[in-house]
C-alpha cells in the first residue's frame, strides 16, 4: 500500500541551512547545547519509528475504523493502534518538547514540529491521539493550578494519559458563545458538569489509561456570550491522591461520527451527566485559556495536511515513474517498453511538482513559525520575545488555512496522476483526499481563520504586525535585488509584497464604510499572502540553491527547480485572488436571501 520515507534531507536543509537553527539555539539559553548531530539523530530516529511502525498501519485503520461498544461505551481502535502508541511512549515521544520539570526532554518547538509532520504523513488518523494530548499538555502548562499541573502533567508528558479538548455542541459550532453545557459547584471545590459535546477527536478509545477531557461550560449566572464561559478539567477516570486511576467519571461516548476520513481516529459524541471537574484559570475566561489549546490545535492542522502533501507527493512520484502509458510529445523516452512512463508527460509533472512545491514551502514556512515560538518562549530579550509572538499571532492562521487549502489541492493532484487507479481504495491515494478535507474545516473553518487575520490580527492593530513582516521581505528583496542571478525570485517577490500593502489598505478604507466588505475579502486576501509568505521563503531557498548549483549535490538543483516552477505556475494565482478580494461585497449580498 505505497510507501513513506521521511524527506530528512529536505528537513535537514531547512533547519540547518535556511533557519540556521543551531546559531539561534545559542541564543536561546534553555536550548544552547543542541547541536546539528542532536537534531539529525532524533529525525532519522522519527522516521524510522513513522515509516516502519505508523505507516503500515494507515490503510488497515482506514478500512477498519473504530468500534464503540454502546453498552459499556467502550471505543476500540484499529487493530495495531495500541501497540503502535505503546511503542511511541516507551521510545519518550511524547515528551521530546515537553517541560523537563515535569518528565520531559525540553527539546525546541521546532524539531518537534519536524517530528509531526513524519507522524502526519504516516498516518494522520493515529496522530490525532498523542496530538490533542500535546494541546491539552500546553493548556495546563500555562493555565492550571500547582496541583493541577503536579497531578496530571507528568502522566501527559510521558504519554500513559491522553487529551481532548470539548468545544463543539450540536447547536453551535464556531460560534461558541451559543454553547449550554453547565457546571455547577460543589462544597468540595470540584464542579457537576452536564451537557453534549460532539465531533471530539479521540474522545473516547482504549490507547492509555485515562482521557483528560478539557471541557467549556457555563457556571450559574454566567454573563451570556463568550464572557460566560469557564474552562474545565474533567478525567475520564478521577485520579487517586497518589495519581493512579480512581473510579470512573460520568462522561461516556455516546456514538462516534460517521465520517468521510480519518476513520481510525474515534471522533465521538461526548456525553456529561453531572461529570465530576475542576475549574482550569479563572471563572468565565475559559475561552482565554482554551485558546493556547486552539492556536496549538491549528499550527497541528497545518502539520496534517503538510504531512498528507508530503506522502501524497512521493507516491504519485513511484506511480508516474513506473506507469506507461502513450509516447512523448517529443519522440519515444522508453523506446524499449511499449510506451513511455507518464513522468515524461508536462502536465503530469505539472501536477506533481504542484504538491512538491507546496511541501516544500509548508516545511520552510511551518518551521520558521514553530522555530518564532521557541524564541517567543526562550529568548533573554522581552522585545525579542515581543516580535516573535507577534509573528506568531499572524502566522498561525495561515498556517491553517494556507497549508490545508494547499493539501486539498495537492493530494488532489497526487490522486490525479493515477488516473483511475487513483480513485480506487486499494491504491491508498483517495484516503489521503478524504483525509485531508476535514483539516479545512475543524478547529476554525479556513474563512474563519481568513476573518481572524484580516479582521483580528490585520485591521485591528492599523496592520503594525504585517508591516514588521513585511519589513523582513523588503530588507530582503533590498539587500538583492542587485543579484541578477536572483531576479527572477526577488522581482516577483517584490511585486506581491506591494500589492499585498495595497490591498490591505484599501481594504481596510472600504471596511470603515461597511463591515461586510471584510468578509468578502477575507478568504482571497488570506491566499494571497500565503502566497507572499511562501514566495519569501522560495527565494531565500532559491539563493542558497543557486550558490551551491554546482556543488555536485543534485539536490539543489532539485531545489532551484522547484522554486522556479513555483514562481511561474503557484504565485501567478495571486492575479485572480486580488481581483476577488477587490470585487467587493455588492455581488455577494444582492440577491435576497429567499431567492437562492
Known amino acids: 500500500m505505497g510507501q513513506y520515507v521521511a524527506p530528512l534531507r529536505d528537513m535537514q536543509f531547512v ?7 543551531e546559531d ?94 513524519m507522524l502526519n504523513s504516516s498516518n494522520q488518523a493515529w496522530t490525532m491521539y498523542p496530538g ?28 500513559e494519559w491522553t487529551g481532548t479538548m470539548c468545544l463543539t455542541e450540536p447547536h453551535c459550532g464556531t460560534d461558541l458563545g451559543l454553547l449550554r453545557t453547565k457546571a455547577e459547584p460543589q462544597a468540595d471545590g470540584s464542579y457537576k458538569i452536564t451537557g453534549g459535546k460532539i465531533f471530539i477527536s479521540a474522545g473516547e478509545h482504549e490507547m492509555s489509561s485515562n482521557i483528560l477531557h478539557l471541557v467549556l461550560a457555563r457556571l450559574p449566572e454566567a454573563p451570556s456570550g463568550t464572557k460566560g464561559i469557564s474552562l474545565f478539567l474533567v478525567p475520564k477516570y478521577i485520579p487517586n491522591a497518589d495519581g493512579s486511576v480512581g473510579p470512573r467519571n460520568n462522561i461516556f461516548c455516546g456514538a462516534i461520527e460517521e465520517k468521510m476520513g480519518i476513520h481510525g481516529n474515534s471522533t465521538c459524541q461526548m456525553n456529561l451527566d453531572g461529570a465530576t471537574g475542576w475549574l482550569i484559570g479563572e ?46 510529445l517529443t519522440g519515444p523516452k522508453a523506446p524499449e517498453k511499449a510506451a513511455d512512463p507518464i513522468i515524461v508527460h508536462p502536465d503530469v509533472r505539472r501536477m506533481l ?19 518564532q515560538i521557541d524564541r517567543e518562549l526562550n529568548h ?30 495537492a493530494t488532489s493532484e497526487a490522486m490525479q496522476v493515477y488516473g483511475g487507479h487513483g480513485f480506487i481504495s486499494e491504491w491508498g491515494m483517495e484516503q489521503y483526499v478524504r483525509d485531508a478535507r476535514i483539516n479545512m474545516i475543524y478547529e476554525g473553518t479556513n474563512t474563519i481563520q481568513s476573518l481572524d487575520l484580516l479582521g483580528r490580527k490585520i485591521l485591528m492593530d492599523n496592520g503594525a504586525k504585517l508591516r514588521k513582516f513585511g519589513d523582513k521581505v523588503k530588507a530582503f528583496v533590498e539587500e538583492n535585488g542587485t543579484n541578477e542571478a536572483l531576479s527572477e525570485f526577488i522581482t516577483p517577490l517584490g511585486d506581491i509584497g506591494d500589492k499585498v500593502g495595497k490591498l490591505t489598505m484599501e481594504i481596510g478604507m472600504k471596511a470603515f464604510q461597511n463591515p461586510d466588505e471584510v468578509g468578502a475579502a477575507a478568504v482571497p486576501y488570506l491566499r494571497v499572502v500565503g502566497h507572499m509568505v511562501f514566495a519569501y ?11 551551491k548549483q ?35 461585497s455588492a455581488n455577494l449580498m444582492a440577491l435576497e436571501a429567499d431567492l437562492f
Not at 293 to 313: H, I, K, P
Not at 357 to 364: F, N, V, W
Not at 537 to 544: N, V
Open 15 to 21: 533547519l540547518h541551512e535556511l533557519l540556521k537553527v
Open 24 to 117: 539561534e539555539f545559542k541564543q536561546l539559553p534553555k536550548h544552547a547545547e543542541i547541536d546539528k548531530d542532536i537534531i539529525n539523530q532524533v529525525l532519522e530516529e522519527g522516521g524510522k519509528f513513522t515509516s516502519q511502525v505508523l505507516f503500515p498501519l494507515n490503510h488497515s485503520g482506514d478500512r477498519e475504523g473504530c468500534q464503540l461498544d454502546k453498552e459499556t461505551h467502550v471505543v476500540k481502535t484499529p487493530t495495531g493502534f495500541k501497540e503502535a502508541y505503546q511503542q511511541y511512549v516507551e521510545a519518550g515521544w511524547p515528551a521530546l518538547s515537553c517541560d523537563p520539570e515535569f518528565g520531559g526532554q525540553g527539546l525546541p518547538i521546532v524539531i518537534n514540529n519536524s517530528f509531526y509532520e
Open 132 to 159: 490533542l494530548s500535546h494541546g491539552a499538555y500546553e493548556c495546563l502548562h500555562e493555565h492550571g493550578t500547582p496541583e493541577q499541573k503536579a497531578m496530571y502533567l507528568p502522566k501527559l508528558v510521558s504519554g
Open 283 to 328: 471563572p468565565n475566561k475559559g475561552l482565554n485559556a482554551m485558546f493556547v489549546m486552539m492556536n496549538a490545535a491549528r499550527l497541528g492542522v497545518g502539520m496534517q495536511s503538510l504531512g498528507l502533501t508530503e506522502v501524497a507527493y512521493q507516491n504519485a512520484v513511484t506511480y508516474a515513474k513506473d506507469r506507461l502509458q502513450m509516447r512523448s
Open 353 to 371: 511538482l504542484t504538491a512538491r512545491a507546496y511541501a516544500e514551502g509548508g516545511r520552510a514556512f511551518s518551521s520558521y513559525v514553530a522555530l
Open 380 to 409: 533573554p530579550d522581552e522585545q525579542v520575545r515581543k516580535d516573535a509572538a507577534d509573528e506568531v499571532a499572524l502566522l498561525t492562521p495561515i498556517i491553517k488555512a494556507f497549508l490545508t487549502d494547499n493539501g486539498w489541492i
Open 537 to 547: 521563503f522560495f527565494a531565500q531557498m532559491a539563493k542558497i540553491a543557486l550558490e
Open 550 to 584: 554546482d556543488s555536485g549535490d543534485n539536490f539543489y538543483k532539485a531545489k532551484l527547480a522547484t522554486a522556479r516552477f513555483y514562481f511561474a505556475r503557484l504565485l501567478p494565482e495571486t492575479a485572480m485572488l486580488i481581483r476577488q478580494a477587490r470585487a467587493g
